[in-house]
């Protein structure tokens, strides 16, 4: 802590987030942009950049393939104000909600193919669409993918050998080509190998690409976009005017809207965004900041998260997120403060629809669901771009995962998940594929589509199947998934904590966190023994660790009530075994 200046207690709320060693804490602190990673580690970065470069030399024409949310729309604008700058014959297509649903897609392939498009490169969207990319490829169309969400996976009981060879190409893989694992990569795979479906693009840019091993990953689709303009602007030999650009200030937007977690090169990045969005160049931010009473005023990420985002998100979910995208292109003052002020107004209006379906969720689930582990609630008459939000509130609300359907037009449904660490979305969703239409996103965030038929299979299956604590590994630092039943016994240094199936009731504590963190040692008998972290006290009380050596010790009171993911224990005072 005096190395650094800072009071003790940081260093120990540091070391409860993971933050631990010297050079890790100093970037912490320090969160230099200097530091940041240009991308080039990324499997396919140079490759596409060739591409792309080839093509603005040679006059083709390029379509930029968005998404309608605040990444989406903020990496849309950083590709195409990137490639117009350097004199590219360019377009974009941001795809309607409703009307054309998430990401690329068949009649939107075949309209840039009847246009004339010749280059499709995508952003915040692209890995799950290996179809989509095989059409356009047949069709004679050059494709270059950016995301960041997770790789489509199947999960297979061999892996290629020269025995299965020919029988493992036969499978179906969605028109892309596969990345075998040969061991378990997660929890639940059971005995199988992961099968990632990469799309036969021209080149593939995803952090979350198995080859990707040890980079950060958790960056947003507008920092994928905002490298991937540094690396070709540097090929162009215009670095100065990549720097000063308004590139940092939005891709720093895309982050803190996209709840990406503020370490390594995102905290860099939203640090020195947030100072470059006081003074930025772009006059749509600037009318934005303005009508939201923002203007002169220091900002923060609760600004970017709560005020700046949602009213470019509302345009996305209620009209059009074409109308945020030429906010942010637009270039007279007194049009953007129109469009400004129209955005703010349809942020109201999403507000108050959404606190109208929060209400007839929570009633739902106070009336039918107490019990569920998983909150699958179905809200027919809710708009379907509102339902994320929902579910969001919901699962801050009861501290379980929640997935929020509503009626799309026909006979299928939609909707949006949102969860908590001990529950990857995804990864239940890809067990269970085969219900559903289409889905996609993050272990904490998901997009689904399905039969109505299937509702009631999809929920069981959800409610069923859940009932797992997220175990931070002390020593060799990676995530291990523990089921855990009914009057199961966790060891704390401590303490003991018994499961308990019931939920936590509003009154009984407050909380400023949704789970608890503990780590795990397997002692010389080779028990697991449990180090339960930041335990919350009845009073509401976090107590913090002290911190003795190389072990992690918790103070608290004899029956204090602990949430661990959606997992409750009674604690009682006793000594590990």
């Known amino acids: ?243 000063n650009s308004d590139f940092l200030e939005i891709a720093s937007l895309g982050t803190v809207c996209d709840v990406m977690e503020l370490q390594h090169d995102n905290r860099a990045i939203v640090k020195e965004g947030l100072k470059k969005m006081q003074n930025t160049s772009n006059i749509g931010l600037q009318a934005l900041l303005e009508v939201l009473g923002l203007k002169d005023k220091a900002l923060t990420s609760y600004d ?7 009213c470019i998100n509302a345009e996305g979910r209620l009209d059009t997120a074409n109308e945020a995208f030429d906010l942010l292109a637009e270039t007279d003052y007194q049009k953007a403060l129109e469009k400004a002020a129209q955005m703010r107004d349809l942020n109201v209006e999403r507000q108050e629809l959404t606190k109208q379906g929060m209400e007839e969720a929570f009633k739902i689930i106070d009336t039918e669901m107490q019990n569920d582990k998983v909150l699958v609630v179905y809200l027919p008459d809710v708009h379907e771009s509102i339902a994320g939000i929902i579910a969001g509130k919901v699962r801050e609300k009861y501290c379980k995962p929640a997935f929020v359907l509503t009626k799309g037009d026909g006979d299928f449904l939609k909707g949006s998940g949102r969860s908590i660490e001990a529950y990857s979305m995804y990864n239940k969703m890809v067990e269970v594929k085969d219900l559903m239409l289409g889905f996609g996103g993050h272990p904490l965030a998901a997009g689904l589509s399905l039969k109505e038929e299937n509702l009631e299979e999809e929920a069981e299956v959800h409610k069923e199947e859940f009932g797992y ?40 504590m407050s909380m400023d966190r949704r789970h608890c963190i503990i780590n795990v040692k397997r002692n010389k008998q080779g028990k697991l023994v449990y180090t339960l972290r ?27 009530i602990v949430t661990i993911g959606a997992t409750t224990f009674i604690l009682h005072t006793a000594e590990a075994e």
């Open 1 to 243: 802590a005096e190395k650094f200046g800072v009071h003790p207690a940081i260093i120990k709320i540091l070391a409860d987030r993971g933050v631990q060693g010297e050079d890790a804490v100093r970037e912490y602190l320090e969160a230099d942009i200097a530091t940041v990673s240009d991308g080039s580690e990324l499997t396919d970065m140079q490759r596409g950049v060739d591409v792309i470069y080839d093509a603005v030399k040679a006059g083709k024409y390029i379509r930029i393939m968005g998404d309608y949310d605040v990444d989406g729309v903020t990496s849309t604008y950083i590709l195409y104000k990137g490639l117009t700058g350097l004199g590219a014959k360019c377009d974009k297509f941001i795809p309607h909600r409703i009307t054309d649903g998430y990401g690329l897609h068949e009649p939107a392939i075949r309209d840039a193919y009847d246009a004339g498009v010749q280059v499709i490169l995508t952003c915040d969207n692209g890995i799950a669409a290996a179809n989509e990319v095989k059409l356009a490829k047949e069709l004679g169309m050059t494709v270059v993918v950016t995301d960041h969400h997770e790789v489509p996976y199947e999960i297979r009981n061999f892996c290629p050998t020269e025995d299965n060879e020919e029988a493992n190409a036969s499978e179906e893989n969605d028109g892309g080509h596969e990345v075998p694992y040969e061991t378990p990569t997660e929890p639940g795979d059971n005995e199988g190998a992961r099968h990632y479906i990469i799309p036969d693009a021209d080149a593939v840019i995803d952090p979350k690409r198995p080859e990707d091993d040890g980079v950060f990953k958790e960056i947003c689709g507008a920092v994928v976009a905002w490298k991937f303009m540094w690396c070709l602007y540097r090929k162009f030999g215009k670095i100065n005017e990549f720097n």
């Open 304 to 310: 970017y998260g709560f005020k700046i985002g949602p």
């Open 469 to 508: 604590i997220t175990v931070i590994e002390n020593v060799f630092g990676f995530k291990q998934v523990l089921p855990l039943q009914e009057g199961d016994n966790v060891i704390g240094r401590r303490c003991v904590g018994t499961v308990i199936n019931t939920p936590i009731e509003s009154g009984d």
């Open 534 to 560: 930041d335990a919350p006290s009845l009073t509401g009380t976090f107590l913090m660790n002290e911190i003795l050596g190389d072990k992690d010790r918790v103070r608290m009171e004899d029956g204090a």
